[in-house]
């Protein structure tokens, strides 16, 4: 036992009952490309040996994917079929496969194979410390390139990486995605964070230990379509900034300190124009100033609202996912 953060003891002893390895999958609207999924994981795990689950979360899907993932379930003791009450988003689901896998070892990946399974034997070998600086706790995938992905989305991706390094303290490592192997320890200390608006790779990183890069190329999707557009993305971006930086909280109070000094200018600007009685332009300007003001306003009281949201969010307390059914697993 050791003391995590916030005053938890964390068990790190290895429990003979839990699988040597569990995989992580949220679903949502994957049932082209399930079957696929399965089978190139399955084969992965034959390979390895040992014990081993394979957790499917189905994300509130519209399509078949519960169905196929509670046949999954049925035929194959190895996997769990997880339902939630409805679509929660990529994180929450994750984090729902998270808390009910029970493995030492857990791997996270996305079930439309842009990261493919085969890297397991690599992140495993890594972990057992092949790299020659002791086991890792962390072997996360980092893109070298990132095939049938349009150029604005890889653009917006390497700025995102880029602005988040720049505004945070956090050492996030860039081009890499939720596809990582942990160890238990940093699974449990992970699941203690309780927040609701939930980064998962910058929390991941913020645990610190030795946390390993495989470098590796992203591939297209087997099937299906992307189920981030460009608003998901947005709305991930907002939520990966405002969990771990203040940058936007104090970059609001040096542009309300440099604001202050425009409109004081303009003051003194109009009152030396009344005291020498001058004719002043007036509209052009004030409106100008006003405008200027007006709308930095606006987009600071914009900033703070977004945390405070996010605190009141946080403030309710309610569950971070609600699950419908689970087949599979342990009984």
């Known amino acids: 036992m050791f003391p995590a953060a916030d005053g938890l003891l964390v068990a790190v ?7 040597a390895l569990s995989v992580v999958a949220p679903c949502y609207n994957e049932q082209d490309v399930l079957h696929e999924f399965l089978r190139r994981v399955g084969a992965v795990l034959d390979a390895i040996g040992g014990t081993s689950e394979i957790v499917l979360v189905d994300d509130g899907s519209r399509d078949r994917t519960w169905e ?10 190895r996997v769990v079929a997880v339902r939630l009450m409805r679509n929660h988003g990529h994180q929450l689901a994750l984090t729902a496969g998270l808390s009910i896998c029970r493995g030492e070892r857990i791997l996270i990946i996305d079930a439309d194979l842009q990261d493919p399974p085969e890297l397991l034997p690599d992140m495993m070998a890594l972990m057992d410390g092949s790299d ?21 989305k890889r653009a917006t991706a390497a700025a995102f990486y880029r602005l988040i390094d720049r505004v945070t303290d956090v050492d996030i490592p860039a081009d890499a995605g939720d596809f990582r192997l942990v160890t238990r320890r940093v699974l449990d200390l992970l699941l ?41 993305m947005i709305r991930f971006a907002a939520d990966a ?91």
């Open 132 to 152: 020659g600086k002791g086991g890792a706790d962390v072997v996360y995938g980092q893109r070298r390139q990132r095939h049938g992905e349009s150029l604005f």
């Open 13 to 19: 002893m290895t429990d003979p009952s839990r699988p």
């Open 68 to 77: 196929i993932m509670a046949a999954a379930a049925t035929a194959d003791p």
């Open 192 to 232: 203690a964070m309780p927040e609701r608006h939930r980064f998962i790779r910058g929390m991941v990183a913020w645990i610190g230990g030795h946390q390993v890069p495989l470098l590796y190329d992203r591939h297209a999707r087997a099937a299906g379509e992307s189920k981030y557009p460009l608003k998901k």
């Open 241 to 331: 900034i405002t969990a771990f930086s203040v940058v936007p909280l104090m970059a609001s109070m040096t542009i309300g300190w440099i604001m202050a000094l425009v409109g004081f200018g303009f003051f003194v600007y109009s009152m030396i124009g009344w005291l020498m009685n001058a004719n002043l332009p007036g509209w052009t300007s004030i409106m100008a100033a006003m405008g200027l003001l007006g709308g930095m306003q606006f987009l600071m009281l914009g900033i703070i609202g977004a945390y405070l949201g996010r605190l009141y969010d946080q403030s309710k307390g309610r569950p971070l996912f609600m699950i419908r059914d689970i087949v599979g697993g342990p009984k």
